[in-house]
Each structure stands twice: as structure tokens, then as C-alpha cells.
Antibody
Framework: QVQLVESGGGVVQPGTPLRLSCAASGFTFSSYGMHWVRQAPGKGLEWVSIMRSDGSNEYYADSVKGRFTVSRQNSKNTLYLQMNSLRVEDTAVYYC????????????????WGQGTTVTVSS | DIQMTQSPSSLSASVGDRVAITCRASQSISTFLNWYQQKPGKAPKLLIFGASRLESGVPSRFSGSGSGTDFTLTISNLQREDFATYYCQQSSITPPFTFGQGTKLEIK
């Protein structure tokens, strides 16, 4: 079945780097744009980043631009989020999510989500 | 950047009621508007995409409407399992693909 599984979260000190992974299965990973979305404790959803299906374009929320880098390895069906210069306000559950339609310039919804991985930034 | 404003932020209703949640974009997004349902401790679930298209497997009591800047999610004949938090998200050409702040639907 179609599945996304995030890993790599943990408790880190401010400024420490961390890399999240999202392992995909059950669909042709290389055909779909992939997103990272986060949710701070008790707060709403915040869109973080997108990487297009072929890795040609990536975009970021202003809150993480210059600190986070998204990448993908289609041969391994895996999406990554490299998080540098972590701040207390980056504490959240991080979800990866798949676009509903393949090879889309504009996307029509995120139809498959992982279970999330928790990142806690604290001194 | 496009801002998304949802209202109300919370809503109390009873089983069997019909409720509406609105989402307003700060500029026109055509029909690039999606709705999600999230229950505590769970990942969001796609309900409606393209403003009015029902995701496969989602009950027909959920419906979406609107275009341009104003959108509505309507839930008819509320069921107990519908009590959750709902988010809109814009997905037009230009990132960031902002979410609304959420609407918590509670049992009256």
C-alpha cells in the first residue's frame, strides 16, 4: 500500500543540525512532488518545503529559508530535510506528504501523509 | 505571499447539524484550494481538492465550493467522527503553500 515513513527526529540543542528522512513505498516516487509540513505543539499546520518530482525546483517557507535544505534520492525512494541552525521555534512534528497528481506544476492536494517525526529543540 | 484566513476558529455543533467553514485568500487563487481534516495525534487527511472535488473515500456529506478568494467547506448531517480540526491550504503556482489557521469543530 502507499506509505510514507518519516525518521530522524529527536531532542537537540539550538544550533545543532538534524536530518529527517521520509521513506516512500507503494507508488512511483520519482513521479510526484513531495512536501514537508510541520506542526508545533498545540498549533496549526505550517507548510515548510517542496521538492518537485525531478528535483529541479525546491521552495521554502520564509521561516526556514537559508537554514533548511530539501533533497530527494529517487533511486532510494527517499525524501530528506536537512535542518541546520535549529531554533527553539522549530520544535514541531514534521510530516512528509505526497502530491495527489504526478508531474504537476500546480498541485491539487496532498493525499498521502506520513505519521510524523518529532523534533524538539531545547537547551 | 498569499495569506489564508479561516473562520470561525472554533465551532460547536450537534450530530445531524449542517455547518460551514470559510477560507479567504489574500489574492485570487482560482480553484487551487484544498481542505484537510485532522484528528488529535494523527496526520491530516485530504477531504477536498481543487476547491470542490471530493477525495476518493470521503463521505458525500462533505462538499466544497468557491473560486478566486472565497471558499467554503460544508459538512451536512454531522456525524460523531466529523468532530476534528479542519484546515484549508492554497496550492496555486507560487509557494509558499499556506494553510489557514484551522477551525476546531466541537460537539455541542
Amino acid at each position: 500500500q502507499v506509505q510514507l515513513v518519516e525518521s530522524g527526529g529527536g531532542v537537540v540543542q539550538p544550533g545543532t543540525p538534524l536530518r529527517l528522512s521520509c521513506a516512500a513505498s507503494g507508488f512511483t516516487f520519482s513521479s510526484y512532488g513531495m512536501h514537508w509540513v510541520r506542526q508545533a505543539p498545540g498549533k496549526g499546520l505550517e507548510w515548510v518545503s517542496i521538492m518537485r518530482s525531478d528535483g529541479s525546483n525546491e521552495y521554502y517557507a520564509d521561516s526556514v529559508k537559508g537554514r533548511f535544505t530539501v533533497s530527494r534520492q529517487n533511486s532510494k525512494n527517499t525524501l530528506y530535510l536537512q535542518m541546520n541552525s535549529l531554533r527553539v521555534e522549530d520544535t514541531a512534528v514534521y510530516y512528509c506528504a505526497k502530491e495527489k497528481h504526478p508531474h504537476s506544476t500546480a498541485f491539487f492536494g496532498l493525499d498521502v501523509w506520513g505519521q510524523g517525526t518529532t523534533v524538539t529543540v531545547s537547551s | 505571499d498569499i495569506q489564508m484566513t479561516q473562520s470561525p476558529s472554533s465551532l460547536s455543533a450537534s450530530v445531524g447539524d449542517r455547518v460551514a467553514i470559510t477560507c479567504r485568500a489574500s489574492q485570487s487563487i482560482s480553484t487551487f484550494l484544498n481542505w484537510y481534516q485532522q484528528k488529535p495525534g494523527k496526520a491530516p487527511k485530504l477531504l477536498i481538492f481543487g476547491a470542490s472535488r471530493l477525495e476518493s473515500g470521503v463521505p458525500s456529506r462533505f462538499s466544497g465550493s468557491g473560486s478566486g478568494t472565497d471558499f467554503t467547506l460544508t459538512i451536512s448531517n454531522l456525524q460523531r467522527e466529523d468532530f476534528a480540526t479542519y484546515y484549508c491550504q492554497q496550492s496555486s503556482i507560487t509557494p509558499p503553500f499556506t494553510f489557514g489557521q484551522g477551525t476546531k469543530l466541537e460537539i455541542k
